[in-house]
């Protein structure tokens, strides 16, 4: 039996009635799990619509929890629940006042407060203090209202911020230097349960966990994605280019620099323990390991398993695009690899980790990954062959569920499908969707830059329609992939019902000059020289993976650093960079961008003129990559289109705007009604129309 399942017995200690807020979090629902064996009963706080989702939920949260222990979860513990609905950032927790009334005559032993905003950002800080210091504040109002007799908050050891040193279990000043605004919010949570409390005389702790990983017992990661495992998740999602670098990855920071890893079991044993006992002095405890762990050897294990190292500096005077990529990646952690703190405790630690446990938990988390992976795609591939003799893969989405619509997704210039993974799985709904790996990227097919224009794609489009038996599709498109729909819209339309363009880079010549991102600018410039010369494309991929030949101040390595810096998201930045995979990729990127005009677009203003079908036309203001005036002015010389502008969304928006596929629904719905055609008939054959 272990310390948990020791504490956890029945008869070890009189039950007690508790209520719970953060549940279905990874703290919360452990404490939970393990609260259960001894509570007489507890009620739990859940944001849900309803009784049967806020159940489902817990459920699904202590059946998680339970598999992490590899243990079983006991359903009688469940009658022991009493599910009350409702939300910390809302007056009284949003709960009503019957359930208010109820649980002022629950005696009500004692009240944990885990639930917590974990973000960091700066532009997520109104959300994150809305959670943690006005959701705490709610919290509080509401414990004095059900008469509660002890609270108990779950906090974080680095809410003392960029302290360094011995840290006390002491308040922090409110004026403290805080590393970011989930450790601001917390500080100030900190201070409002101190004054709240005594001043009206209720008993309380906070405790202050390190970063927490999964149980000890399992070295499972517990079913949290933040901390280690957010690190180890932003390593894997850019494996493939951190892969290529010949040298280790430089990062700033300090090399002697530590970190404190805490097992979520020793974490609710330690609760579970001091709740036991009556420290009426002792207000605040670190909850925190032994033993630190050195932050570049932490690093070097995640690294390890995706087959490049880490090299953590103080000054890095010239940095590759790769390390570029990897520093703005990761730039919540570098917060921390300077860090030299030392938490004291005032009770000592009841479970501990060493080494060997942390390099457990690193690589069966890796592993984890690599396992699901291999699970996530959805798409249905196959080969398909050209009357040339080239094959490329065509990828399938919702056969059986789009009789009705059917969507040909094109993609990018020298972008992978994986781009259009999140969006065809909504869009795969109600409709089929289908999209392709263009035959000269990302495939190294035998190339010509002399012959990779849009023709040879057009007719690959209608190869695949004509495998898969596809007599009527609409033309979806994203970035430079418009220009080959807007081709296929005119060649074929017959065919292609309806256009779909997303924040579309498409040139146009016009007496007024159309706005450019600062991105567009670089690309028009830089790429005609390198479809020129083979060797320039060989200087770029030195600058993306080799540090001793780049130059902070030339403008290659600015137009790197645009490629590598175009979105937080590590997954798109990685799949962005995709076309700076070797030299050979380089090249034929740029000869592709040079044989769609880009320096000019006589050719694009006569095409546009083509196109009869309805399209619908989505950009961004927020959009750094394709200025959201070319898809005005798109709109504005399309026979039929609708566009919209979008305050809030960027460049991909398509991919994680869940959104937007109903908006793209919305429209295919009213074209296969005709409900477009009526509307265009009802204005004046000579004026443009903007439905």
């Known amino acids: 039996m272990n310390t948990l399942e020791q504490l956890s017995k029945n008869d070890l200690v009189k039950p007690k009635t508790y209520f719970i807020t953060g549940a279905t979090g990874f703290v919360g629902s452990h404490f939970l799990y393990w609260s259960l064996r001894q509570a007489r009963s507890i009620y739990v706080l859940v944001r849900a619509d309803d009784l049967p989702s806020a159940r489902s939920r817990i459920i699904m949260a202590l059946t998680n929890v339970a598999a992490a222990y590899k243990l079983p979860l006991n ?40 639930a917590a905003n974990l973000q960091y950002e700066e532009k997520n800080k109104s959300l994150i203090y809305n959670v943690n210091v006005n959701g705490t504040r709610n919290v509080l109002d509401l414990i004095k209202q059900i008469r509660g007799k002890r609270f108990f908050y779950v906090s974080t050891a680095y809410v003392c911020g960029k302290m360094q040193g011995p840290i006390m279990e002491v308040l922090h000043p409110l004026d403290i230097e805080c590393n970011n605004s989930y450790e601001a919010s917390k500080n100030i949570a900190e201070h409002s349960i101190d004054d709240f409390c005594r001043e009206n005389e209720i008993e309380y702790n906070i405790f202050r966990p390190s970063v927490v990983v999964g149980p000890s017992s399992t070295h499972h990661n517990g079913n949290s994605d933040s901390g280690l495992y957010g690190l180890a998740r932003g390593f894997f999602d850019a494996r493939k280019l951190l892969g290529k670098a010949s040298d280790p990855i430089r990062c700033y920071g300090r090399a002697d620099s530590y970190i404190n890893f805490l097992p979520v079991d020793q974490l609710i044993v330690e609760m579970i323990a001091v709740s036991r006992k009556d420290f009426i002095n002792e207000k605040i405890y670190h909850v925190t390991n032994p033993e630190n762990f050195n932050c570049e050897r932490v690093m070097n294990i995640i690294a390890a398993n995706f087959n490049f190292q880490i090299k953590l500096e103080d000054e890095i ?22 860090s030299r703190k030392i938490f004291q405790r005032s009770q000592p630690a009841l479970l501990a980790i060493n080494w060997n446990d942390v390099e457990q938990y690193i690589n069966s988390y890796c592993q984890e990954l690599e396992s699901l992976q291999s699970k996530e795609s959805g798409f249905d591939s196959y080969l398909i062959k050209t009357g040339s003799e080239i094959e490329f893969p065509v990828y399938e989405m919702g056969k059986n569920k789009g009789k009705d619509k ?69 033309v979806l498109s994203w970035c430079t992939g418009t220009q080959l729909a807007m081709r296929a819209l005119a060649a074929y339309p017959d065919r292609f019902i309806a256009g779909i363009f997303l924040n ?56 790197i650093s645009s490629f590598v810096n175009l979105t937080d998201n590590a997954v798109l930045m990685r799949l962005m960079s995709e076309p700076f995979g ?4 380089i090249y034929r990127y740029a000869n592709i961008f040079s044989n769609m005009a880009l320096g000019g677009g006589r050719e694009n203003n006569l095409l546009i003129k083509e196109v009869a079908q309805p399209v619908y036309i989505y950009t961004s203001v927020n959009d750094s990559i394709a200025h959201y005036k070319i898809a005005e002015c798109m709109g504005g010389r399309l026979k039929h289109s609708e566009v919209y502008i979008d305050s809030f969304g960027d460049h991909f928006s398509h991919y994680h705007d869940s959104a937007l596929s109903g908006r793209i629904l919305s429209f295919l719905d009213r074209v296969g009604t005709g409900k477009i055609e009526k509307e265009v008939e009802k204005e004046s054959e000579s004026e443009k129309v903007m439905i």
């Open 504 to 559: 579309p880079d498409f040139t146009l010549e016009t007496d007024e000059e159309i706005s450019q991102t600062e991105f567009q600018r670089r690309l028009r410039k830089m790429l005609p020289i390198i479809a020129n010369d083979f060797s320039v494309a060989e200087h770029y991929y030195d600058l993306m993976f080799a540090p001793a030949k780049n130059d902070n101040r030339s403008e290659s390595s600015a137009m």
């Open 75 to 114: 359903i009688d513990y469940l009658n022991k629940i009493t599910f009350i609905i409702g939300d910390v950032t809302l007056p009284n927790c949003g709960i009503s006042d019957a359930h208010i009334a109820e649980l002022a005559e629950a005696n009500i032993d004692e009240f944990w407060h885990i």
């Open 406 to 474: 059917t969507i040909i997704m094109v993609n990018a210039v020298g972008m992978s499908a994986d781009f259009f993974l999140p969006l065809a799985k909504r869009l795969s709904e109600h409709a089929r969707v289908i999209t392709w790996d263009r035959r000269d990227l990302p495939l190294l097919t035998p190339f010509d830059p002399g012959n990779c224009g849009d023709e040879r794609h057009i007719d690959d489009l209608i190869t695949i329609c004509d495998f898969i038996g596809v007599e009527r599709a609409s």
């Open 317 to 338: 005077p010239s940095m590759s695009g790769v390390e570029r990529f990897f520093v703005r990646r990761c730039d919540f952690y570098w917060q921390y690899v300077s």
């Open 582 to 585: 070797s030299p050979e990729k």
